[in-house]
């Protein structure tokens, strides 16, 4: 039993070092993609209120 043992040993210890190295880079990848998510939403964030600015200077008001 011991040597069946002896056997497994090896591959079930890279099967798992594996697995962890992919979870790692996925957690990693995830980071980087959040932090150009943020990016994209400040950018876009700035050009909704400069048209919003450019909006209000160049219509006039149907209200007041």
Excluded: H, W
Excluded at 34 to 41: M, Q, R, V
């Amino acid at each position: 039993m011991a040597a069946v043992l002896d056997a497994f040993l090896p591959y079930v210890k890279n099967l798992i070092a594996g697995m962890a190295q992919e979870e790692v880079s996925m957690l990693l990848g995830v980071s980087g993609e959040i932090s150009k998510l943020e990016d994209n939403l400040e950018a876009l964030r700035a050009f909704l209120a400069d048209a919003e600015r450019g909006a209000t200077l160049t219509r006039p008001c149907k209200y007041g």
